[in-house]
């Protein structure tokens, strides 16, 4: 029998063997190259839904246009090569198979020019070209080929599951050092053949491995949650620099276009999109507010606000629904196999409320809840609050206040807030980061004015003529 499973094995072992683009080497891909780009469509669709794109059509174009050149001089220039921009406050980048490729704004505020930019993008170019994540998938779905457990590249998604959920697990991979070396000289190699500075690429590195405070409430990971640590990268960096022979031209940096491409991108969070204050959750532009549970893990989507229990076995959910609340609530209440309680109509917070009970039977067992439909400035939110039905006695009371404290934003300073922004501030003198904030003041504490900067801290002495970034509200 044990003979029989081993011939088993090595036949699907053989059968599913391709050779890698980049090393050559032959190695286990039961994924195709056409079901590694439908993946990486699928898995973009999703980041982009649930992060949403950076409104900036001109800052779009260039990331596409600098990604394009550097992939279509790599190993596989015949994907469909896709490079967007995520409006996420938190500094990190990061690949779907196939050749979608993102960063997210907070990273672009932490890089100073476009050479840091291309070993970055080279980086995350390298993990498709290399097939990283394809391997690993592979390898996976290998391990349960005995076991008769569906396919890894499609996650069931519970019908009340966290929205967070659909996509972004895979987008964000943690390779294993060998995949990250890998990536890096490849990003290296790339870069330098467009004849950019890869000696930046150890500034960019090193701002990374200082960058975990910006991370705030976002669903991406900062760089070192999905990434190794860099220290060891950047010293393999600076022992391949040694070996660099001097260049007959000057290398690119591209810091003057680069800056001037972020010179009024948003920095940190949007309160335009919503904001939280400790767990109460404001919205400007829909005149909003609500109480979260103290203590829970919170979350700002584009599609939902999200918060879950400590112990990860309850989540509140709040979305924007079609229809009526009187349609929203008959349509949800009418589910198949969905049992519900006592619906009732009242008032809370002088807004029409429909409010009422349910049980659903999921994969994951049988879930117990709350759902609230509220009627607000001509929307209707519906606000599902849940948990495993064992579970909803100890909840309920929490979960209720939760939901009858959606209420009108009248405050004015907070209808009023607007975003933090990136000013470029060409320096008249030479000054300390410290002595720059008090002749420019910006809105973030000196230590992350330093590290926006990559500057060693505020202490640190900047140039005359450095372009210098702070932090505004405008």
Sequence with gaps: MKLHLLLAATAVWLASCAINPVSGDRELALITEGQEIEMGRQFAASAEAQLGLVDDAELQDYLQRIGTQLAAASERPELPWTFRVVDDPTPNAFAAPGGYIFFTRGLLALMRNEAELASVLGHEIGHVTARHSVAMMSRAQLAQIGLGVGSIISPTVAQFGDLAAAGLQVLFLSYGRDAERQADDLGYR???????????????????????????????????????DPGERIARIEKRLLTLPAPIEPLRVGEEDYLERIDGLIYGVNPRNGYFESNRFLHPDLEFQVELPQGWMVRNLPQAVLAGSPAQDALIQLTIV??????ASARFFAQEGLRSGRVAAETVNGLPTIVGPFEAQTEQGPIGGIAGFIAH???????LAYTPAPKLAGYEATLRRSIRSFARLTDSTALARQPNRLQIISLPRAMTVAQFNDAYPSRIPLPELALINQQAGPEATMPAGFRAKRVVER
Excluded at 322 to 327: A, D, M, V
């Design 190 to 228: 790339y870069a330098l053949a467009q004849d950019y500075d890869v000696a930046e690429m150890v500034n960019v590195f090193a701002a990374l491995q200082q960058s975990a405070t910006l991370a705030g409430h976002s669903p991406v990971p900062t760089w070192m949650a999905s990434h190794p």
């Design 377 to 383: 400035a001509d929307r209707t939110y519906q606000i």
């Design 322 to 327: 079609p229809g009526t609340q009187q349609e």
